[in-house]
T-cell receptor, first 113, second 115 residues
Framework: GDSVTQMEGPVTLSEEAFLTINCTYTATGYPSLFWYVQYPGEGLQLLLK?????DKGSNKGFEATYRKETTSFHLEKGSVQVSDSAVYFCALKWKGSARQLTFGSGTQLTVLP | NAGVTQTPKFQVLKTGQSMTLQCAQD?????MSWYRQDPGMGLRLIHY???????DQGEVPNGYNVSRSTTEDFPLRLLSAAPSQTSVYFC??????????????FGPGTRLTVL
């Protein structure tokens, strides 16, 4: 079945450091891919998405590119801020599927001042 | 527009007790779902609904019931709570299943502890 694998956390960075959180998926076909973010004490929010191969999703300085050849959707940011401290989830969804999202296990990011 | 609301925010139950987690949305979304979040396991789908009167099982449905009598409400019922149901529960909604409705909107969650 479908699955999403994220890099193990937690990840701790200093402010202004470069961030990469790896995400790979296993699926037969080409699902839509997402990154969701969960700030402390809150529900999940959509951060960015890509619906087809080579698409790049971007938001709030974060970027991720849908790579079908490596079945990956790695999240990157050039300069993290303390306010980026959160849990990040990679997820996939089949277009038109009623079962909606399959999530990775999440990666805790802490950014120190 | 309150979005997706969940009550209660916190709940402690004893083994064998039953309770209902409430979820409501005011965005007229057709699709609603319940997830549980456990450490190291991401979110797992419990039940979902594609419209009023229609529900189906997700990945981990055992021990939970749902109903969808209105578009707005999608309560999750624990029939006989067990310690394995200790988790954080999230309700989510989206306008529909078409590709342009990719985004799901999540509630703030209910943290449940079963002793």
């Amino acid at each position: 079945g479908d699955s999403v694998t994220q890099m193990e956390g937690p990840v701790t960075l200093s402010e202004e450091a470069f961030l990469t959180i790896n995400c790979t998926y296993t699926a037969t076909g080409y699902p839509s891919l997402f990154w969701y973010v969960q700030y402390p004490g809150e529900g999940l929010q959509l951060l960015l998405k890509a619906t087809k191969a080579d698409d790049k999703g971007s938001n709030k300085g974060f970027e991720a590119t849908y790579r079908k050849e490596t079945t990956s959707f790695h999240l990157e940011k050039g300069s993290v801020q303390v306010s980026d401290s959160a849990v990040y989830f990679c997820a996939l969804k089949w277009k038109g599927s009623a079962r909606q999202l399959t999530f990775g296990s999440g990666t805790q990011l802490t950014v120190l001042p | 527009n309150a979005g997706v609301t969940q009550t209660p925010k916190f709940q402690v139950l004893k083994t064998g007790q039953s309770m209902t987690l409430q979820c409501a949305q005011d965005m007229n979304h057709e699709y609603m779902s319940w997830y549980r979040q456990d450490p190291g396991m991401g979110l797992r789908l419990i039940h979902y609904s594609v419209g009023a009167g229609i529900t189906d099982q997700g990945e981990v449905p055992n021990g939970y019931n749902v109903s969808r009598s209105t578009t707005e409400d999608f309560p999750l019922r624990l029939l006989s709570a067990a310690p394995s149901q200790t988790s954080v529960y999230f309700c989510a909604s989206s306008p529909g299943l078409a590709e342009q409705y990719n985004e799901q909107f999540f509630g703030p969650g209910t943290r449940l502890t079963v002793l």
